[in-house]
């Protein structure tokens, strides 16, 4: 029996339009084909969250062809065929003589269906930064006459601005992230060990908001004192004490579209500087949203974010924020000064102010938002506050 | 204030041994220096778990010297002197300009590192699998007075054969993931949402047992009917209903040490075929175990999987198992006809009967052993049974 298709997250002319947009820019970069790598990319094109990346696969667009074709390893093969709007009859899965072999893998299938449909002969659009430099050198040496383009951020850049339709994906996933925070609300407790309030929060993520459950989970970090300093830490063994400050980064997953948020708690009252660098931050984040419309550029937030956190005696090292959207980070547009990027209209950034002074002290705030035909519209429902429980 | 050191997973002695190891790999391999990117390499030889691999970074072994130096973000260096057992002046944080530039990256700063240390003329070890081709190029370039060597699996292959310590964490790692199992069996019922079940078995995952909580998420799969066919899909939003094949596959996980686990469920009586795929597998599975003892080669394992399972009218495409240890599948040994890799002591696997038949039909279950003095021991203590429920 065919495998049945899945209720797909949009309709056929999403996915059409938005491969349009890949195929005029291979025209502008002179690339007849494409060999999308970047497993976000992937997505985006088609549909597909499966977690097969862990073996080479890659997205064929072609100039001369509606559909793209996507190889995988055979047993992932039912999956693409399960999420993927395309037929099919477009998602090849390769054998498994190319799975652990030093002498082959999945992207010999790849070449060798380029040199059958006689694509190995003109511009050959690879993700260069996806792919290890041996798979590069690999395309090159089995298509001598090809003209390998490297498309870089290419299609990254595409996705920058979203449908509607993404959008409203991306409030959807927002709403699991708030219920996410709610219940850290409830859960940390002094005498509460770290990873049994991350297993509660995690399971409120997935529960979701409104009937939508996340659909993978993204990032998530619990960074609790005494290691406020510290950014990327999953959770602790450790237990909450009375006087802890908690760090928390997560998001809600909407097929693949993520919605990050980061709060800092409190358990008792916050020490003075925590509650000055808190107002600090704050008012950067409220003057950093007011600064957003339509033909200002990325590094006018920033500007506006960094001269409030100047006034307040603060100011913070990394850029405070990025664009955001399938798998959390796009690689593209930056919050930060001196990044020309314009903003229109359903562009998507994460206004990122964890802020890491030093190596006893940090602390975190965020907010998703989009660009709107006039500011911003921050996609949480949850007051900007410290939580103090 | 300095920031602390984390409880440590492992005894400094155990990290000088491993990193002994290295050091006698570089200098069969003619590299006076190694930069290690694999970020389970990372861990294995210093006890870092943060998730800081989304930018560059980068451990730098040298023959010269006892302990390692670490590269990272400014803002991760906080969590690496937390975490690594090295001294903290060790771990060098480079600055936010080379994030979101395209002109430099991290890759930069650990290349002046070499030049100042008069490292950058010699042989230079690179893990190039775990970094682009435009990184490879970038220190081939800065540094043509050296010669770049390949490190390929150097670091993994000899984190291959555990001590009895990681043994120990991988039996931790195992009770975590019976613990999730036994919490499936509970939460999947008719009616109930697949993202529900996650998320309680997820909880169950991380709250773990015996009082050691899973440090990590790991790979996580939920592929129910209609799906049963499809291998890495997290779950979906659909409900179980009476008559649901359930397969399911995930781990547990301690200070990134990860025992992975699957099993298969039936809401009711299962399908004739299903049944008979279930026998057929466990008696592979039984005669594959019954195959490991040193000396013994992965090939022989798979042959005894292949031949029992010929005999009960079945076959698998895939290999039959691989290497396990830190973040899930080394990619060394597999099991697998023809692979000549000899089974020492303390050796460990993952038995990973996964067979995804057709287009509307799979099959799960394993098991994650270590190779002993005399032959193979789970981990995992369930009974190598399809759960009906």
Chains 1, 2 share one sequence.
Not at 163 to 174: K, Q, V
Not at 253 to 268: D, E, F, K, Q
Not at 307 to 334: N, Q, V
Request: hydrophobic share 40%; charged share 25%; glycine share 8%.
């Amino acid at each position: 029996m065919a495998m049945q298709k899945a209720p797909q997250a949009f309709p056929r002319p999403e996915y059409l339009r938005r491969l349009s947009a890949v195929r005029a820019e291979m025209e502008r970069r002179e690339a007849d084909v494409l060999v999308v790598t970047s497993p976000a990319n992937i997505t985006y094109l088609t549909g597909y969250t499966s977690k097969s990346a862990y073996v080479p696969q890659g997205l064929i667009v072609s100039l001369k062809e509606e559909e793209p074709t996507f190889f995988t390893r055979r047993m992932d093969a039912p999956a693409a065929k399960h999420q993927m709007f395309i037929d099919s009859s477009r998602v090849i899965g390769y054998p498994e003589n190319l799975i652990a072999n030093p002498d082959m893998d999945g992207f010999d299938a790849i070449i060798d269906f380029l040199h059958d449909r006689a694509l190995a002969g003109g511009g050959v659009g690879l993700e260069a930064k996806s792919i290890s430099a041996q798979s590069v050198d690999k395309f090159k040496a089995r298509m001598p006459q090809a003209t390998i383009v490297d498309f870089a951020n290419g299609v990254h850049w595409i996705r920058g601005i979203k449908s509607d339709l993404e959008i409203a994906l991306m409030r959807e996933a927002a709403a699991n992230a708030d219920a996410g925070m709610a219940r850290a609300k409830e859960v940390i407790r002094p005498g509460v060990r770290e990873a049994d309030a991350a297993a509660e929060i995690i399971a409120a993520l997935l529960r979701g908001a409104d009937g939508k459950p996340s659909t993978d989970l993204s990032g998530f970090f619990l960074c609790a004192s005494p290691r406020s300093a510290t950014a990327h830490i999953r959770w602790s063994e450790d237990v909450f004490r009375q006087g802890s400050q908690i760090n928390l980064e997560f998001a809600g997953v909407r097929h693949g579209y993520t919605s990050a948020l980061m709060r800092t708690m409190s358990i008792g009252k916050p020490s003075d500087r925590l509650r000055r660098v808190h107002e600090g931050e704050v008012a950067g984040l409220e003057a950093a949203l007011a600064a957003v419309k339509p033909g200002a550029v990325c590094g006018d937030v920033a500007a506006a974010f960094n001269s409030t956190m100047k006034k307040h005696g603060l100011e913070k090292e990394s850029r405070c924020g990025y664009a955001i959207g399938i798998d959390w980070t796009e690689p593209t547009a930056s919050l930060k000064e001196g990044d020309r990027t314009v903003l229109k209209p359903n562009m998507t950034f994460h206004l990122m102010l964890g802020n890491w002074i030093d190596d006893d002290f940090g602390y975190v705030i965020s907010e998703t938002f989009r660009v709107t035909e006039s500011g911003a519209e921050a996609f949480s429902k949850l007051p900007r506050i410290m939580f103090e429980i």
